[in-house]
């Protein structure tokens, strides 16, 4: 089955002009920054179908004559063809938005050649593109979105309310060609994990290689603080839901999500050729926390930091170094974990920062290395 490359023109592999967004004159041709180096790369490394879909308003109309389009249309595939970029399909709409047509992106009556069809797999396949109806287009077709967001008013930090329900569709979200490669190159490090007890009921998605969005539940307001910190500082999207038996203590509910966390980064990190596997971290605080990790495939806790308090909001000290114990024992890696300084509540949210950036720089990854970083040939 063919995976497809359904890709947008103006925005995406050429610069739009406004206020028309037409790109009718040679003077308006500008083509996106490193489109060239990254689709030679996609095209000649990558079995993906490569399909242009664009819509281009008033096609053919007196205000968009098509003498004016067809030559900048034809330099732009001769110029990608040249380097090694060839689409197998292109598929323009000569509609305007008021016409409301179904061939319109996000509209897919151009595309149902490709629906239903065993020779395509379309839920393995990507739309790339800059607007927002790209991502509805992907959404469409019942495939992913990887989005060249270039409005600051849309996505990013801030979700707005126009992409919220589309989120679930956007695999990646970046503005450079760099960044679409390496995770064609490599894909994300994604995953589901359910853990359930008689004593707790755990369920986190993971994924490495987002940007910092967490959604946690644990049922303790401060943990879940804790756990947010993890998302923010090491750029990874992190939700979890426990449901635990607080009404005999926090015990269980945190040692349990420890270790189901612990498990999903195992998961996640099931292939780590190419991964730098060691991090450490030195956050700026008065707590002076320092965090070190190896994701080596063997557990070990070095854990040298003292509480004088019995609680930080309703979570026991006792249990923070149980909570890493768990993590290293489930993930399999090596933490060593010092801390000092004064105010107990700076202290553990300075070590919980530091393992998160820590974590971001031992999951890291290089997508020209094929490299497993250890010496005996498997982690």
Known sequence: MKRILFIDRDGTLIKEKPPTYQIDSWDKVEFYPNAFQYMARIAKEFEYELV??????????????????????????????????????????KSLPAENLPTRKPGIAMLTKYLNNDAYDIANSYVIGDRITDVQL???????????????????????????DLQATIALESIHWDEIYKFLKLGLRHVIHERNTNETKIRVELNLDGSGNAHIETGLGFFDHMLDQIARHGKMDLNIVTKGDLHIDEHHTIEDTGLALGEAFAKALADKRGMERYGFALPMDEAEAKVLIDFGGRNWLVWDAEFKREKIGEMPTEMFCHFFKSFSDAAKCNLNIECRGDNEHHKIEAIFKAFAKAIKMAVKRDPLSNYLPSTKGIL
């Open 52 to 93: 242009m879909v664009t819509n281009q308003d008033g096609l053919g109309t007196a205000s968009f004559p098509e003498e004016t389009f067809w030559p900048i249309q034809q330099f732009i595939m001769q110029a990608f063809e040249n380097e090694g970029v060839v689409f197998s399909a292109v598929y323009i709409d």
């Open 138 to 164: 992907a959404k469409n077709l019942g495939c992913k979105a990887i989005w060249l967001n270039n409005d600051p008013n849309l996505g990013g930090a801030e979700i707005s309310d126009a992409v919220k």
